[in-house]
């Protein structure tokens, strides 16, 4: 259950405007199964276990979940890589999948993964760090440091700024923070995408580029009806941006770096005509920072502006 | 020399030693060994320095100045020479140990006395300046030539060509007939002429000279031929003078190290008579030395510069700038923060300054994340007053930076008609002025200190690519691009390097802020807007800079233009200024 969302937004958001009461419960479901998955494989994680078997272990949890369709396969990051650095040559986009890397201690480590249930899409991101808190400083300045945008970029959404203009803002955080953009290296630089509801059977379980085939033509069939209305499904801080965001659900992931050191969450903020709130406030991270007193953290000076 | 100076003479076997004490036999003994062709007057400068904190002994060793000793060659030993300076520390202060300092023939006696067996009990530590231990110098050779890596051999022939005067003195008759003859005379100008240095000649010189060879002769071939293993426990500090003729760096710096326990090998800006030259200076090395913890149990911890000496053994994999500082003005955001991180990386501690008191606090924090130390402060660069507080506080607190980045700088652009003169004012005074302080201050400091640095100051592509846009930053950037060239000329003689750093475009703060004079509020908010996705699209990103920034200071780099841009506009400069003429009439901004 979400334990921030304010009632009366589910019932104001209409059949035209965006998703149901009903479908939003069935999202929120779908992202607290996504969580759980995460949360569940991070503690289970042990030193030496490679990128790949951590994939495989969160896709074996979903499926005895129940869960048949994934928005995209599930990802897992180690060390350098949660920062999107690879130790030999650039990063490519190639680089996103799995490989043999191994965990150990002290290493911090990114899993993002996206069950489809009954055609309500969730996508999450989860870091974590393998060892206890002061075993990587960095991880916990950055994961620290997250909260803020949590609270930076509902606020900028529902004081009407444009896409483009929260992500400028997130930008500026960042430079004031003193990290780096790690979500500007994610396909098109996006720092989030729109999510609704896949219904269509066809090509469900088959995949491209990491990403479902039905996502593939749904995100294809988006990028052309709202292109045709001046407005993108994709989140980032070009031209296609400046808009306000489309009334529905977006799975946003600011994602930033220190160094080899890379965190973010991921979660869908639902908007509305007039409002936008996430759409649950009981997720790993949110509990632990109001645990540390930094759920509603002021943003740094100016990142308003 | 006048300090209550007391002469006595200690009788050796084969000779009869002059030695002069001063200052209180209560305090800690620090004993001076002269070097060849000098007398124990060699140290006169840097015995009024100690002798306030010091019981400080000198003497003219055997058969020089008004010592006496035998006319043939064995009586003129290191085993013999050694003895001697234990029969003085022995007499001067018989129930604790002695601080040793040693300078050229003197230092090579002095290892002598401290590679003995025993040796931690007569001595608390040693400084070497200008003379190695033989039989290191011997081995250090010998591996240089046994394993003859390019860099080995180019050493050893270097150390063989410095050493030429060697061979020369080893020639039966002429050297000791040209002392007599009148080399003795010319002596002083010789040395004159060679190191800048003035010397008094002694009035025993044409006999010391003479005399002296027989120190070479006595003990040159036997230790080249056959060098024994001399190790000591006792702490070493060698002082390794630039621009000395006869001892090469490499042969002071590594022939030591597989013989000592702790060894702090530190460069020292001035010739081979550097005691002489920089007296003061060489007496705060001694002191630094013999105070702290390292010689004196229960002192002070040593100072930054000692600890960056160390050598350690075996530690090649230590960060390139461990116990370094360095400062950085304008290091609250973009190029000065990712210079700050750059240079934690690599073991350095920051003095991260800015205007901007919230920024610098974070940019400490993120250095602090990577380990090393930061030192948060708050000045505005375009103050030569604040400048000079912040200088005095930042040695007194963290010591002389080793490195200073004169980063602080702001944009500016639009057309000079509309500039007024506050603007002006504003702009030269944060990228000129606060350069102009940074390296007055701090350079002041480096050179005193005597160790040499790095100055880095920020100039810009801008400073010789001419823009329509941008006359008062250009101006700005020239000036230090200008100021930087003729500081490197003149500093380099300090051992201190200059760099101008050049950059194109580079995605920071700085389009946020920059002031585009002539318009209006609004106006300025979009045209910033436009020109920050312009920097942000070009993405090359204030790291990079960092980077070239160490790099620069590593290598000594005299102009470092960065990003394609900026080499394309330096060489657009060189070659076709006709082409950069046209080039500037275009208005990007517009
Ligand atoms: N960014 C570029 O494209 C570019 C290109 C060429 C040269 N440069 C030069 O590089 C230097 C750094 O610029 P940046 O791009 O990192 O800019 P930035 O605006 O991101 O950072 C400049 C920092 O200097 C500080 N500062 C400003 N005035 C100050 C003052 N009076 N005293 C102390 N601190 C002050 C600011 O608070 C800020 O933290 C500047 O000298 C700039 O002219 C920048």
């Known amino acids: ?305 | 020399m006048t300090q209550d100076v007391r002469t006595l003479a200690v009788t050796v076997e084969g000779g009869k030693l002059s030695v002069r004490t001063y200052g209180d036999p209560s305090k800690p003994t620090v004993l001076l060994v002269h070097g060849y062709p000098d007398t124990q007057a060699v140290w006169d400068g840097v015995v009024s320095e100690l002798v306030d904190d010091f019981h400080v002994v000198t003497y003219d060793t055997r058969g020089i100045g008004a010592s006496k000793g035998p006319l043939f060659k064995h009586g003129y030993t290191l085993q013999l020479l050694a003895d001697d300076l234990y029969a003085v520390a022995d007499i001067v202060a018989p129930d604790q140990p002695v601080h040793l300092v040693g300078h050229d023939w003197g230092s090579i006696q002095a290892w002598e006395a401290v590679t003995r067996a025993d040796s931690a009990q007569r001595f608390l530590s040693y400084t070497s300046i200008s003379g190695p231990c033989l039989d290191h110098a011997a081995m250090w050779t010998r591996s240089g030539i046994r394993k003859p890596t390019p860099k080995a051999a180019v050493r050893s022939l270097k150390q063989a060509l410095a050493s030429w005067y060697i061979v020369v003195f080893h020639l039966p008759v002429g050297p000791r007939v040209a002392w007599r003859l009148g080399l003795a005379k010319q002596w002083p100008r010789i040395i004159r002429a060679m190191e800048g240095t003035r010397l008094d000649p002694s009035p025993t010189l044409h006999r010391d000279g003479s005399r002296g060879v027989l120190y070479y002769r006595a003990n040159m071939l036997p230790k080249m031929r056959h060098p024994e293993e001399r190790p000591t426990t006792v702490p070493v500090q060698v002082l390794t003078p630039t621009g000395d003729r006869f001892v090469t760096p490499a042969l002071a710096a590594q022939a030591p190290a597989p013989w000592t326990e702790r060894l702090y090998v530190r460069k020292v800006h001035g010739g081979h008579w550097i005691v002489v030259k920089k007296p003061a200076l060489i007496a705060e090395r001694i002191r630094e030395f013999v105070q702290s913890s390292i010689a004196t149990p229960g002192g002070p911890e040593p100072v930054r510069s000692l600890l960056r000496a160390e050598a350690k053994q075996g530690t090649k994999d230590r960060p390139e700038f461990e116990d370094k500082l360095v400062v950085i003005t304008g290091a609250g955001s973009g190029i000065g923060r990712a210079t700050a991180l750059a240079f934690a990386e690599k073991g350095a501690d920051i003095v991260v300054a800015d205007i901007d008191s919230v920024a610098a606090a974070r940019t400490v924090e993120l250095v602090e994340l990577l380990g090393a130390r930061g030192y948060p402060y708050t000045v505005d660069v375009s103050s030569g007053e604040a400048m000079e507080a912040f200088a005095n506080d930042v040695k007194a607190t963290a010591g002389v930076p080793d490195v200073v980045v004169n980063n602080a700088g702001i944009g500016m652009s639009g057309p000079f008609l509309a500039t007024e003169v506050k603007d002006w004012e504003k702009i030269l005074g944060v990228n000129v002025w606060g350069v102009i302080h940074g390296a007055r201050c701090f350079g002041e400091m480096m050179r005193e200190r005597g160790e040499g640095g790095h100055i880095v100051n920020l100039a810009s592509a801008a400073a010789y690519t001419p823009s329509r846009t941008l006359s008062a930053y250009s101006t700005s950037k020239a000036a230090v691009l200008m100021l930087s060239e003729c500081l490197r000329a003149e500093f380099a003689r300090y051992g201190i390097g200059v760099s101008a750093i050049c950059p194109g475009f580079i995605a920071t703060n700085i389009t946020r802020t920059t002031k585009f004079v002539g318009q209006s509020a609004e106006q300025q908010e979009r045209t910033r807007q436009r020109i920050t996705g312009l920097y942000r699209r070009r993405n090359f990103g204030p790291d990079k800079v960092a980077e070239r920034i160490v790099d620069a200071v590593r290598r000594d780099k005299p102009v470092v233009p960065v990003a394609l841009e900026a080499k394309a506009g330096k060489a657009i400069s060189r070659l076709s200024p006709a082409l950069a003429r046209r080039m500037a009439k275009i208005d990007p901004t517009g």
Not at chain 1, 14 to 36: C, F, I, V, W
Not at chain 1, 54 to 69: I, P, Q, S, T, Y
Not at chain 1, 261 to 289: Q, Y
Request: charged fraction near 25%; hydrophobic fraction near 40%; proline fraction near 5%.
């Open chain 1, 1 to 305: 259950m979400s334990a921030g969302a304010p009632a009366l937004t589910l019932d104001a958001v209409s059949n035209k405007t965006g998703p149901t009461s009903e479908a939003l419960q069935r999202h929120r479901d779908a992202q607290a199964l996504a969580y759980r998955c995460a949360e569940t494989v991070g503690a289970g994680l042990e030193a030496g276990v490679t990128e790949r078997e951590v994939a495989r272990r969160m896709r074996a949890f979903l499926r005895e979940n129940g869960v048949a369709d994934f928005f995209h396969i599930p990802f897992a990051w180690f060390g350098e890589r949660t920062a999107f650095r690879s130790l030999k040559g650039p990063w490519t986009p190639l680089h996103f999948f799995p490989t043999n890397k191994r965990l150990k201690e002290g290493m911090s480590y990114v899993l993002d993964c996206s069950p489809v249930v009954d055609g309500y899409v969730s996508d999450i991101g989860y870091a974590g760090v393998l060892g206890k808190p002061g075993d990587n400083r960095i991880f916990d300045a950055l994961m620290r440091d997250l909260a803020q945008y949590r609270t930076l970029i509902l606020d900028r959404i529902k004081a009407g700024d444009t896409l483009s203009e929260v992500y400028a803002a997130v930008d500026v955080l960042i430079a004031q923070q003193g990290y780096e953009s790690r979500h500007k290296v994610y396909p098109g630089s996006v720092i989030g995408h729109q999510v609704g509801r896949m219904t269509q059977r066809r090509n469900m379980g088959r995949y491209a580029f990491g990403f479902g085939l039905r996502t593939l033509e749904t995100l294809g069939r988006e990028i052309v009806t709202e292109g045709i209305k001046g407005r993108s499904p994709l989140w980032a801080g070009g031209r296609a941006s400046r808009h306000a965001p489309t009334p529905g659900l977006w799975a946003v992931e600011p994602h930033i770096g220190f160094r080899n050191v890379g965190v973010k969450f991921e979660e869908l903020l639902v908007v509305t005509e007039d409002d936008a709130f996430w759409l649950d406030d009981d997720l790993p991270h949110v509990r632990r920072w109001q645990e540390q007193g930094l759920a509603a953290v002021p943003v740094l000076e100016g990142a308003r502006s």
